[in-house]
């Protein structure tokens, strides 16, 4: 049976960046593309000033990334690995049988990765003190364990869609009080197969992202400088060219929005109030302005890296740019203005037919869905303000999640939306944030957690598509994560706990089991040898 | 001790013949009488002459003495709770230096209708004992050291259902991680995933081991399962303090659960049964789920509300008691009047027939007015229990005996206190006291029409009928040791009031008609039979 990798096993996950101590990172086993921004706005976002916005909303603040702050879950075809940097294990539970195992790994595991393999499960766990990684693959019962070099301080992975390279690298956006000097440029390439040696190669000035070219001869990454190109082929992996993305060099790297095409050969960046995007032909280096007439507030890539979608709020329009002709030919993209309505952001769902704009700037109950083909698109009405729409991967369904925060004022909340603009969306009243979202494989399913940790209120909702009923299940503990073990047939949520606390829900039936204590439950002594 | 020969005053014939009587003439007489009631016999171990002595009543207060012979040195003595046999561990002849000289065994006397008698014997002097309470197995393990070099983690399983033969009984050694076995729990017959089974909890000094009883006879048994109770991170002993079993829905066999506490950490722990992982030994597997309940738990049990089941565990320190939600490990704590120390489920006695429970709170602090407390379970608003009636009672309930039908509805509360006991009402929730004069030991009678209370090295005793708590004052010669209601042949009753005095003597009571004008002693029992 072919195993999914956790791309594929998570259709949309979301969390809000509270920094619930997840001992997970990334783990988008994907190139550059796929929709999913990659959280390039947070330490570098210039704070508002959109000094070229103009128009009715030239004083709105910038749209909230919420969608591209994952904290996925690592989770492979059958089970969820989690690390103990105090115990110095990986706990893995299967996600059929609730069996729990622990495996030693260096020294303080702590950032986790599910590798995409075809026949077993694989993650790879980064040890922050032995200044390693443990690559644990669980294959016919056994697990075994290979271990790699890397540079100190790493903290978060990149790993290839066909499960050979990882790379492990240092965002700098997860650390606080930085010297200019850290420029943290070492990145550790790791041929998870052994045939070549792991290899730590210096990249540009605090790399944003990581990714590989989906031919995987390719690494690639955003950093302030550029984008560095890494050669996989070679007899060693080495860095072979820079590719600037701006031919200002005073452009202000902070504000940049880099997005890369799953092929590699393509780069789009947005700026902050800027109201062009520069196509970067990354083979050539040749620099394309794209002029879109009107600050982009946001920008985002198909999965199939076939076409861009950037939204222009100031003019509530939607510009469609196709990809790669648009780097030949600048002025070969189509707009689509959604009259009447504001919209700042945009989701793409799987397959980049279908687009949901909003915005979250301001408070606004107006979600649109435009479809990429036709240029067609409706206005649904929901009763709360909008701070994140996830599309499901059938494009059938969202889940939107309300905001709460600031003058929006708005009780706790999400929505399960009908796309076909035929059905009324179901708000669904929260007693917590909404703190996370999983949705099923198969778009059947979604998995909405909440968490209020002043009032210690914490739960979890299961709710069904497309019928729309939903249940809901209070959580003993605050929960970091939820996704869903399509082969088990399971979501689960992960909850902050000493001892490790996971509660896996049913997706069939609803019913919840939780387990407690994961050195506990892996130290139950059955004789079997194991 | 005294030797026969010095205490035989009411057997002049021995002394004529005591140049050539038998060596057991002059064996010790161990006193206090070592004295055990069955249903319809009391039994006297005599170990000096290797025997087990019963004692029959027959009309008129009249007596019939058998003697069995039991193993050499005996180390542990128990009845079955229903009274319907007794058990006798001995050590044997240890080192043993001719074929003549014993083998350790467990004799079992079997008190109906008239006593008979079954040896099996062991290879290793085992002093602890437990008792299967549905009759079919006992467990002799070790206790406080029987020989020079003892195996504490050796277990002996006797299946009663069928008589002593080569695989009968079987010997197991536990795996040990240094702990060793405390108490031993003979569980009900749990639906598990793999059929009906019995299994028997071993509770060590710092682990638990789960042994499946229905494989335990196999050529080749699955190997026990070991829970153990720390993550290995520390030093930490936890030591199991009870268990709780319950075997869930009827009509599933995935969820029957164990339920411990510790004695000295705030979690409890439940393991669910579900189906074992493939390739394992054992066809079931324990999942293991910690909740902290924010105290250390005196008392748990597992409990039917209107939300269904909980592990209810009782909190002193919080004053509380806490229901854990299986499934979840979401707690809710419970204030209580008082702090409660124990409860026993009272459901079948005074439960509305509605599927919640009833819970009988006692042993609260002394000179607090506790007393006992009711605690009905099920849910009103607001509240995870429906009410908490508190029967304030000056003195600290330390032990709650249980009444045998038709009297089913009324337990015996005895106090702390030399001058009192109280009758409890389930159904009226009245409790009457009843004042003594010294610190009385109480005795039901097994066809629950009454009550003994006596003062044990005194000549004081009173019958109490329940009927209408009157009590009748009685009294002895020589002061009493032990009192045994028990059946006669003819369908009355006799109480046999035990004095360790001489060869052991008994005065015999017509139960029902008690009259100290009527008693009979009879003395030197143990020199019958000789």
């Known amino acids: 049976m072919r195993k999914r990798g956790l791309a594929a096993t998570l259709a949309a996950a979301w969390a809000l960046s509270w920094g619930c101590g997840a001992a997970s990172d990334n783990a988008g086993a994907n190139g550059f593309g796929g929709g999913a ?14 000094a070229d916005g103009g128009g009715a909303f030239a004083d709105a603040p910038p749209e909230r990334e919420t969608e591209g702050d994952y904290q996925s879950p690592v989770a492979t075809g059958r089970f969820v690995w989690v690390a103990n940097p105090t115990s110095g294990r990986v706990a893995y539970v299967d996600a059929t049988t609730l069996e729990v195992h622990t495996v030693e790994a260096g020294n303080g595991p702590t950032y986790l990765v599910a590798v995409p393999d075809p026949k077993d499960d694989v993650a790879l766990v980064m040890n922050v003190l032995s200044y390693d990684a443990t690559l644990l693959r669980a294959s016919g019962g056994q697990l075994s364990t290979t271990t790699f070099p890397i540079a100190r301080g790493s903290n978060a992975w990149a790993v290839s869609a066909d499960g050979r390279w990882a790379i492990a690298w240092t965002d700098s956006t997860k650390l606080a009080k930085l010297d200019p000097t850290q420029g943290f440029q070492d990145v550790s390439v790791i041929d998870l197969t052994g045939q070549k040696p792991a290899t730590i190669v210096a990249v540009g000035y605090r790399p944003v992202k990581l990714g590989f070219s989906s031919d995987g001869a390719r690494a690639l990454a955003v950093t302030q400088d550029g984008i560095s190109v890494i050669d996989l082929t070679q007899p060693s992996p080495i860095v072979i060219k820079n590719v600037a993305v701006s031919d200002n060099p005073l452009d202000d790297p902070g504000s940049r929005d880099v997005s890369v095409t799953p092929d590699g050969k393509y780069a789009l960046i947005r700026r902050d109030g800027k109201s062009d995007v520069t196509v970067v032909a990354i083979d050539t280096g040749a620099l394309t302005k794209v002029q879109l007439g009107s600050a982009v507030s946001d920008l985002d890539l198909s999965t199939a890296g076939d076409r861009a979608l950037a939204i222009l709020r100031d003019t509530s329009t939607a510009a469609i740019l196709p990809i790669p002709a648009i780097a030949s030919s600048p002025t070969a993209f189509t707009t689509v203005t959604i009259t009447g309505q504001l919209v700042g952001s945009a989701s793409l769902a799987k397959g980049g037919k279908i687009a949901l704009l909003y915005t979250n700037a301001i408070p606004s109950e107006r979600l649109t869905v435009l479809s990429l083909d036709t240029s067609q698109f409706h206005t649904i009405r929901l009763y709360a303000p909008i701070l994140a729409a996830l599309p499901a991967d059938d494009a059938q369904n969202a889940v939107v999640v309300h905001d709460t925060s600031g003058d929006a004022g708005a009780h706790p909340a999400f929505s399960l939306v009908p796309l076909s603009g035929n059905l009324p969306a179901k708000i669904v009243g929260t007693p917590a944030p909404p703190q996370a979202v999983a949705i099923s494989p198969s778009s059947d399913r979604v998995v909405v957690s909440v968490r209020d940790d002043v009032t210690k209120t914490y739960g979890v909702y299961l709710g069904k598509l497309p019928s729309l009923e939903v249940d809901q299940l209070t959580l003993a503990s605050p929960p970091i994560a939820v996704g869903v073990v399509a082969g088990a047939g399971r979501a689960y949520v992960a909850q902050s706990h000493a001892e490790g606390r996971i509660t896996f829900i049913d997706l069939s039936t609803g019913k919840a089991r939780t387990l407690t204590g994961f050195e506990l439950g892996s130290r139950v002594v059955d004789g079997s040898g194991k | 001790m005294r030797t026969r020969v010095a205490c035989t005053f009411g057997a002049a014939i021995a002394i004529a013949a005591c140049s050539s009587r038998p060596g057991k003439w002059d064996a ?89 008698a079954a040896r099996y014997t062991m290879a290793e002097p085992l002093s602890n004992l437990a008792i299967d309470p549905l009759g079919r197995y006992a467990a002799a393990f070790a206790g406080d050291g029987a020989s020079f070099v003892e195996n504490p983690n050796e277990i002996v399983l006797f299946d009663l259902s069928r008589g002593p033969d080569a695989t009968n009984p079987t010997s197991r050694t536990i795996r040990s991680f240094g702990g060793k076995p405390v108490r031993l729990t003979f569980t009900p017959t749990l639906q598990l995933p793999a059929g009906p089974r019995r299994l028997l909890i071993v509770e060590t000094d710092q682990d638990v081991a789960i042994l499946d009883l229905d494989n335990a006879w196999k050529s080749a048994p699955p190997p026990e399962l070991t829970v153990r109770l720390t993550n290995g991170g520390d030093t930490r002993r936890i030591a199991p303090a009870q268990v709780v079993v319950d075997d869930g829905d009827p009509a599933k066999n995935d969820d029957a659960r164990i339920g411990l506490r510790t004695a000295n950490d705030t ?52 004053a509380s008691a806490v229901l854990v939600e299986p499934d979840t490990s979401v707690t809710a704590q419970v204030k209580l009047p008082s702090a409660y120390q124990r409860m026993s489920l009272v459901t079948d ?8 429970d009833v819970a009988l709170l006692w042993n609260g602090p002394s000179r607090a007015g506790s007393g006992v407390a009711f605690w009905t379970l099920g849910k009103t608003v607001g509240q995870p229990y429906r009410s908490v009636e508190v029967l304030p009672l000056v003195a600290t309930i330390a032990n709650v005996v249980d009444v045998p039908k038709p009297h089913g509805t009324l337990k015996l509360l005895q106090t702390d206190t030399n001058d009192a006991f109280y009758v409890l009402d389930l159904k009226s929730r009245t409790a009457a006291p009843l004042t003594t004069l010294g610190q009385p030991t109480l005795a039901t009678s097994p066809d629950g029409q009454r009550i003994w209370a006596f003062q044990r090295g005194t000549t004081n005793l009173a019958s109490l009928e329940l009927e209408n708590l009157h009590p009748i004052p009685l009294l002895t010669g020589p002061a009493i040791d032990s009192v045994f209601d028990i059946a006669r042949a003819d369908g009355g009753r006799s109480l046999v009031a035990i004095h360790s005095v001489g060869a052991i003597g008994a005065t015999v009571f017509d139960a029902k008609n008690p009259d100290t004008a009527t008693s009979r002693i009879h003395s030197s029992l143990l020199l019958q039979g000789l």
Do not use: M, W
Not at chain 1, 37 to 50: I, K, Q, R, Y
Not at chain 2, 349 to 356: A, E, H, K, L
């Open chain 2, 349 to 356: 006695i005074v439960g509305d027939g509605g599927g919640t």
């Open chain 2, 28 to 116: 010790k007489i161990d006193t206090p009488a070592k004295a055990y009631g069955l249903q319809s016999a009391v039994v006297l171990v005599d170990d000096p002459t290797h025997r087990l002595v019963t004692v029959l009543a027959r009309p008129d207060q009249q007596i019939h003495v058998t003697p069995f012979a039991v193993g050499h040195h005996v180390l542990r003595v128990a009845t079955s709770p229903d009274s319907a046999r007794l058990f006798a561990l001995a050590a044997g002849d240890v080192p043993r230096r001719s074929d003549a000289d014993e083998y350790p065994s467990l004799t079992i006397v079997d008190g109906t209708p008239e006593p008979t």
């Open chain 1, 37 to 50: 921004d990659g959280g390039t706005n947070a330490p570098f976002a210039d704070g508002g000033t959109l």
């Open chain 2, 267 to 318: 979690n409890v722990v439940t393991f669910q049964l579900a189906a074992a992982p493939p390739n394992s030994l054992n066809d079931f597997a324990p999942t293991v789920n910690l909740t902290d309940v924010g105290g250390i738990a005196s008392d748990i049990a597992f409990v039917r509300t209107d939300e269904g089941l909980r592990l209810a565990a009782l909190v002193p320190q919080l």
